[in-house]
């Protein structure tokens, strides 16, 4: 079965740039869209990247999203660190017609 | 605007049958699948079962299949989720979710399912 695996957190400063990794288990992760999804403490999860790199209107063009073949991962970058991006992160793809989660990537904005 | 609603949560006792209902709106329901993905208290998103925009294709995690139904009624913008045989790690909140290429995941807001004793 096609698994997702993302470090369990990350930190940086605010002002500052992380990115959130996110490996295939097996075959391409490029030939499967990869979503991103922002979960805050008590709220539902929200799209901040669909299809690989697409950002929803109202998302901020400090996030953005990539595929790097050679690692088979996907990739999730904050550029200019805010307090409010202090969340849950969750990958998302697919396994033929499943959704694979990863484990989620707890982002702490020092 | 898309709304999704969800509804039908509560607390069952162990091997217990709940029906989840997510109303939709603000978009035209039959032209889209939809899915339904569970949280557990302190943990991660996990894929619960998927049904097309006409109903007749379904799909279920195997962690849940057997013991789920997943359905629609297209004519009223409903998604169901029938569950039966109800055990403590089934305990979650239950999000219905909309999602086509090239468009954004849509979430509702969950429906907290508690089975106990």
């Known amino acids: 079965n096609f698994m997702l695996t993302q470090p369990h957190s990350v930190s940086g400063s605010p002002g500052k740039t992380v990115t959130i990794s996110c490996t295939g288990s097996s075959g391409s992760i490029a030939s499967k869209y990869v979503q991103w999804y922002q979960q805050r403490p008590g709220s539902a999860p929200t799209t901040v990247i669909f299809?690989?790199?697409?950002?929803p209107s109202g998302v901020p063009d400090r996030f953005s999203g990539s595929i790097d073949s050679s690692s088979n991962s996907a990739s999730l970058t904050i550029s200019g660190l805010k307090t409010e991006d202090e969340a849950d992160y969750y990958c998302q793809s697919y396994d033929n017609s499943d959704w694979v989660f990863g484990g989620g990537t707890k982002l702490t904005v020092l | 605007e898309v709304q999704l609603v969800e509804s039908g949560g509560g607390l069952v006792q162990p091997g217990g049958s709940l029906k989840l209902s997510c109303a939709a709106s603000g978009f035209t329901f039959s032209d889209y699948a939809m899915t339904w993905v569970r949280q557990a208290p302190g943990k991660g998103l996990e894929w619960v079962s998927s049904i097309s925009g006409s109903g007749t294709r379904t799909y279920y995690a195997d962690s849940m299949e057997g013991r789920l139904t997943i359905s629609r009624d297209n004519s009223k913008n409903t998604l169901f989720l029938q569950m039966r045989g109800l055990r403590g790690d089934d305990t979650a909140l239950y999000y219905c979710?909309?999602?086509?290429?090239?468009?954004?995941?849509?979430w509702g807001q969950g429906t907290l399912v508690t089975v106990s004793s």
């Open positions: 299809e690989d790199s697409q950002r």
């Open positions: 979710t909309k999602k086509d290429r090239w468009e954004p995941t849509t």
